[in-house]
């Protein structure tokens, strides 16, 4: 019988070394492996037997969390890489090349967004941005050279839903080899699986839930073995080398663990402080998929577990005082990136979102004045009462 989530998350990945039978991985400092004799190493290489070479090709820490990350996700593989960035280059110059096109939804990282329309735009890649919460969208939008339709659900920063069954459908009934790829970093499989909703392919930042300690910067790929198999062996390899260091991977296992505890906190902290915020008069608009005011809430219930740690608001106020605001919050870290145990604002037009236009961010549905919140694991009735303080003064 298949183990629980909980479970996977802990035992999946564990090596035995007879003789030591550490409870915990160790750690396989090494760049390289020896090799009993010549004909071994040819072998190896040749792929006649499987076994360990050189670490930028694999290596017994990033190994077991690219199992636990397929366990989870309900992957055939996964694989880790350096950084979210590097997962994301690495599958894209794998299932890319020049005169192919990419289809893409126009909420997106600020450098998934930088390097989707000035770095693939660059190598022959034809690169269309649509906004992908209407479905209809994508569908007209597809085209006989398109090889992979790329989205985030939800979209950083602005919270926006993608219908992933939906979208999967529309995309393998034009074309059943176009590549469908997730973002899952804001949900992770605790909270939302997309290949058990259609998509073939899924990407993490893995600096952010999935290790969950804001120590690390590391990220992550999962799908089919075969399309896994040649973005290790091609895409990895040969064209991004963005590989894992075995202490980063050995992080990421440790956090791991404790996934599912980790994100039902964040959601339900995240939840409180949703509501709260949406009650406050200087709060013009809250962005929380859990809030029944959220467009898609729907959407979110059929589709995710639970609604996750990242919050988004616009205040009544000017920009100076929008400003004041976040600088004098005290608990909360005036800090890019998310997912950590504590809970981190950031302003995404001049930060995480400045690698677009003011143009590119009104028709992407960015607002300029856009207060991004990933709430952390403190006490909630802390965390508001820094956001009421912060209030106050404006
Ligand atoms: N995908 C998403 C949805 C992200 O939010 C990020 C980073 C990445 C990919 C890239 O991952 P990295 O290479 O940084 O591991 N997002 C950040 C953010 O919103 N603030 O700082 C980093």
Redesign the pocket.
């Known amino acids: 019988m298949k183990k629980g989530f909980a479970t996977r998350q802990i035992h999946t990945g564990h090596i035995d070394l007879p003789g030591i039978s550490p409870l915990a991985m160790p750690i396989f400092q090494t760049s390289t492996f020896e090799f009993d004799s010549a004909a071994q190493g040819a072998r190896r290489f040749s792929g006649e037997e499987r076994g360990y070479i050189y670490t930028r090709l694999g290596n017994p820490n990033s190994a077991q969390i690219g199992e636990k990350l397929a366990a989870l996700e309900g992957a055939e593989a996964a694989m880790a890489m350096s950084?979210?960035?590097?997962a994301?280059t690495t599958v894209m110059w794998t299932a890319l090349r020049a005169g192919d096109h990419l289809l893409a939804d126009d909420a997106l990282?600020g450098?998934?967004y930088s390097f989707f329309t000035h770095g693939l735009t660059r190598f022959g890649v034809e690169v269309t941005l649509v906004d992908f919460s209407n479905p209809e969208n994508v569908k007209s939008a597809l085209r006989d050279n398109t090889r992979a339709v790329y989205f985030?659900s939800p979209t950083?920063?602005n919270l926006k839903l993608v219908d992933i069954a939906a979208v999967s459908e529309i995309a393998h009934a034009h074309n059943p080899d176009v590549k469908v790829i997730v973002?899952n970093?804001?949900c992770t499989p605790y909270l939302q699986r997309p290949l058990e909703l259609g998509a073939d392919v899924v990407v993490h930042?893995?600096?952010?839930y999935l290790n969950g300690h804001g120590d690390v910067?590391?990220?992550m790929a999962a799908g089919s073995a075969e399309f896994i198999g040649e973005c290790t062996m091609f895409g990895l390899k040969d064209m991004t080398g963005a590989v894992i260091g075995p202490f980063e991977a050995y992080l990421i296992a440790r956090g791991m663990k404790t996934l599912d505890i980790r994100m039902a906190r964040h959601s339900a902290n995240a939840m409180e402080v949703a509501r709260y915020l949406e009650g406050h008069p200087k709060v013009k608009r809250v962005l929380y998929p859990g809030l029944s005011s959220h467009p898609q809430y729907e959407l979110a219930k059929r589709q995710m577990k639970d609604f996750g740690g990242m919050v988004s608001i616009e205040l009544n106020a000017t920009r100076s005082e929008s400003a004041e605001f976040i600088n004098s919050l005290e608990l909360c870290t005036l800090a890019?990136?998310?997912g950590d145990a504590e809970t981190l604002v950031?302003h995404p037009a001049t930060m995480?979102h400045s690698t677009y236009s003011p143009e590119a961010l009104l028709e992407a549905n960015i607002p300029e004045s856009l207060i991004r919140f990933s709430i952390g694991l403190e006490d909630p009735e802390d965390i508001i009462a820094d956001i009421e303080a912060g209030l106050s003064r404006i």
Not at 83 to 86: I, N, P, R, Y
Request: aromatic share 8%; glycine share 12%; with cysteine.
């Open positions: 950084s979210g960035m590097g994301i990282y450098c998934t985030e950083n920063p973002d970093t804001f930042s893995a600096t952010k910067i590391a990220g890019v990136s998310l950031e995480t």
